[in-house]
């Protein structure tokens, strides 16, 4: 194909929302100096990318390049973050043919490349290349085991194509499930689950096979359920996967759950904890010694309230020791213990070896059973800090699960400083954020529990480029602290119900997590919708 002789500057169309500020001045100065009109501004939020672009320029060239193709009524155009000669030289390079310019924001372009370049996009061939072989029909384990090992087959492509479009989506969890004539891939994005690809039903046991393969699974072994775990590298990133199978109708199903190690630590105020919150939350940190529960449900971010607490009073004069399952975030300067049921590694085991290993701060990645709770309570009162998540819908539920356990109330009253509850709520998506007026169950619910409508009026997102149209983008914590006091203890020790410790923590300033979201709905930062959704609701 030829190569393009020149960039058409094109003439300057309307935009809805025009940018400002240094991308536009940047703009013009280049103009400027090739004797050019200014260059218009594209704002990627409406403006649809070509999907046809990956046939045009390829993916490391858009990242090169910072430019992605954009979809127009006739010829060729780019949205580059720098349109220097380099940069434009770059494009006729790639591109081969003439092509108009416009510019747009650095970030918002390769937010956009991230979604045009699909992983996903040649699969097609790849479950093609697994059908004409027909390897699954009627052959035996040992076959699919040999075919799931073979780093060039279509199956082996095929898991590592979801894996790697999860990461880039951003998902949590990828969900492989046998449907009838199909199986289904579905991720969980910001807590909720959206479907994402189809494959054919023979695929299932060869994808099952392959996943049981690189997290050293037993493949013969089909009823049982097992857990395993894979580290590898994703597009130069350290990702640690865990990986849950289970017999259903129809095969297995297999959860991967995705935990991408290059993300950053986070402060207690950026997780969404309140300021006088997390005040009072840190100093409670500083204790010499206690127990410290942060309790919610599965994938309601307790792991990473603990780790950025663990930030909070991590320093050089501190012998600090976690046992988890897994080893979620690594820190450099803390001695971490991985569990591993198979060697004999598990968190009551490992908890007493800890405590041999003169611990000053000791963190229990979770609280499964009566001789882990049992441990963590006396370490607690042997003048250890203790923090610990466990499995409860409330803060006060979290102290009736330690004496379900059979944990005594004495020991419980005497080691526990604090409980932390939680949940996660999607935050609106701020590039399309625009009003609305909630439906009158919504607002029944919002003055249910104190919640006051925001001051200019409600909001949430309509959709667009950057939030993959749902409206909303990343999520932010909700909490609810009950610090143990004296009249809390006395409560313990006569094991009074849950509403009486909810009542009296409430009278000593707790807020609940329904008021907390009710707070983040008042501020523009969530939906009455997704409140209702995520918040779990008990008498508030």
């Known amino acids: 194909m030829r190569l393009g002789k020149r960039t058409d500057t094109p003439v300057p169309e309307p935009v809805d929302q025009p940018m400002t500020g240094s991308l536009a001045d940047a703009a013009a100065e280049h103009a400027k100096a090739r004797g050019q009109r200014p260059l218009q501004e594209v704002d990627l939020r409406s403006v649809t990318p070509e999907p046809a672009a990956t046939a045009l320029i390829k993916e490391a060239t858009a990242r090169e390049l910072v430019a992605v193709q954009l979809k127009t ?36 372009i390769l937010h956009v490349i991230g979604a045009t370049y699909r992983a996903l996009t040649g699969i097609d061939s790849r479950v093609k290349d697994f059908e004409a072989r027909d ?40 969900h492989i499930e046998p449907q009838p004539e199909r199986i289904r891939i579905r991720f969980r994005i910001d807590g909720a689950l959206h479907d994402v690809l189809d494959l054919p039903e023979s695929m299932g046991p060869a ?87 942060c309790a919610g449900p599965t994938g309601s971010g307790k792991t990473t309230t603990l780790y950025g607490s663990l930030g909070e009073i991590n320093s050089p004069d501190r012998n600090i020791m976690t046992i988890e399952d897994p080893v979620e975030y690594t820190f450099p300067s803390i001695n971490q213990i991985q569990i591993n049921e198979q060697a004999g590694i598990t968190f009551a085991g490992g908890l007493k070896s800890i405590l041999r290993q003169d611990p000053d701060i000791i963190l229990v990645g979770e609280v499964r059973d009566v001789e882990t709770a049992r441990i963590a309570v006396q370490s607690a009162l042997t003048g250890h800090f203790v923090l610990s998540s466990l499995h409860a819908t409330d803060a006060a539920a979290a102290l009736h699960r330690l004496l379900d356990m059979g944990i005594e109330n004495f020991l419980i009253a005497s080691s526990v400083t604090a409980v932390l509850s939680q949940r996660l709520v999607r935050r609106v998506c701020t590039y399309c954020t625009e009003y609305y007026q909630p439906s009158k169950e919504e607002l029944v619910f919002l003055d249910s529990v ?31 602290m009950m610090p143990v006091s004296e009249p809390i203890r006395d409560l313990i020790l006569s094991r009074a119900s849950h509403e009486e410790f909810r009542k009296l923590a409430r009278y000593e300033g707790m807020r609940t997590l329904s008021e907390a979201a009710a707070h983040l709905v008042e501020a523009g930062v969530t939906t009455v919708a997704e409140v209702l959704r995520s918040v779990y609701v008990i008498g508030s």
């Open 73 to 108: 009524g006739n010829g060729v155009a780019f949205a580059v973050a720098d349109p220097s000669d380099a940069v434009l030289n770059g494009l006729r390079a790639a591109a081969g043919m003439p092509f108009t310019v416009k510019v747009a924001r650095r970030e918002d």
């Open 135 to 174: 390897v699954l029909r009627k052959t035996a384990a040992r076959t699919v085991a040999a075919v799931s090992a073979n780093d060039e087959a279509p199956v082996v492509q095929v898991v590592q194509l979801i894996i790697t479009q999860a990461l880039r989506d951003r998902a949590s969890d990828v």
């Open 207 to 293: 994808i099952v096979s392959r996943i049981k393969i690189i997290g050293g699974m037993n493949i013969v072994e089909r009823r049982r359920p097992q857990d395993g775990q894979i580290s590898m590298d994703v597009e130069g990133r350290a990702v640690d996967i865990r990986v849950s199978t289970t017999a259903v109708v129809g095969g297995e199903k297999v959860v991967l759950r995705l935990l991408d190690k290059s993300r950053p630590l986070f402060r207690l105020e950026q997780l969404g904890m309140p300021a006088e919150m997390a005040k009072r939350y840190a100093a409670l940190l500083r204790s010499p010694y206690g127990m410290v529960i």
């Open 450 to 480: 104190g919640g006051a409508p925001p001051k200019d009026g409600f909001v949430r997102g309509a959709g667009c480029n950057f939030c993959a149209n749902t409206g909303y983008l990343e999520r932010i914590g909700v909490y609810e």
